[in-house]
């Protein structure tokens, strides 16, 4: 087997405040640097004061400067993707570069919904909620294929959590009541269809 290049984003791991995702992300690589001695991996992290992870003869952790997260995910990510040409890219907490410059896997950690508020993202997770800067379309056509349908203008459900599909509305798990778009019906309908008939495929 030839040795793979390894992007692992972990934006937030040195962080002191450390949230569910990033302790998810942090023992993920170090139980990587126990069991893999074999492909390279470049571990890229925003500075902080929580320098909770060492570098070992394959791990090698890449500190990425930049003033806002957003710019950090968006222009920092993809140039130092680009400078070291990893064979696949791992993002680990939610969201990921529009365009990246190598195969790309991304970790989904129970997002309920995305809701569009002017030029941010609310993201409302099972334990957390958060928000970044973006357009709720440019995540329609990326979420589609891990269960996720825009149901109106300003948001966007994952399946998962659909309680009870209505004609004209929806019901989360958490009670929660949104509107389905006057054009949107049929979408919606026949993407909660393909999750239950993917979800039930599994169980056979």
């Given at each position: 087997m030839n040795p793979m290049k390894i992007a692992i984003e972990a934006q937030r791991i040195f962080r002191t405040n450390k949230h569910g995702m990033?302790?998810?992300?942090?023992?993920?690589?170090?139980?990587?640097?126990?069991?893999d001695h074999i492909h390279e991996y470049y571990i890229l992290v925003a500075p902080g004061e929580d320098h909770c992870l060492e570098e070992s003869a394959n791990f090698h952790i890449i500190e990425i400067k930049c003033p806002t997260y957003p710019l950090w995910e968006q222009v920092a990510l993809p140039l130092a993707i680009r400078k070291i040409k990893p064979d696949i890219v791992h993002c680990t907490s939610n969201t990921a570069p529009l365009f990246c410059p190598?195969?790309?896997?991304?970790?989904?950690?129970?997002?309920?919904?995305?809701?569009?508020?002017?030029?941010?993202?609310?993201?409302?997770?099972?334990?957390?909620?958060?928000?970044?800067?973006?357009?709720?379309?440019?995540?329609?056509?990326?979420?589609?294929?891990?269960?996720?349908?825009?149901?109106?203008?300003?948001?966007?459900?994952?399946?998962?959590?659909?309680?009870?599909?209505?004609?004209?509305?929806?019901?989360?798990?958490?009670?929660?009541?949104?509107?389905?778009?006057?054009?949107?019906?049929?979408?919606?309908?026949h993407a909660y269809m393909e999750y239950v008939r993917e979800k039930n495929k599994w169980k056979l």
């Open positions: 990033d302790f998810v992300a942090l023992e993920t690589i170090r139980e990587l640097q126990k069991l190598a195969p790309l896997i991304l970790t989904l950690h129970d997002i309920i919904f995305l809701e569009s508020r002017q030029h941010y993202l609310k993201i409302c997770c099972e334990n957390e909620n958060f928000e970044l800067r973006g357009r709720i379309s440019d995540y329609e056509t990326m979420l589609e294929k891990y269960g996720f349908v825009r149901v109106n203008i300003g948001f966007i459900i994952n399946c998962k959590y659909i309680k009870i599909l209505k004609t004209k509305k929806i019901i989360l798990c958490n009670g929660m009541e949104i509107n389905i778009g006057s054009n949107r019906h049929d979408k919606v309908r």
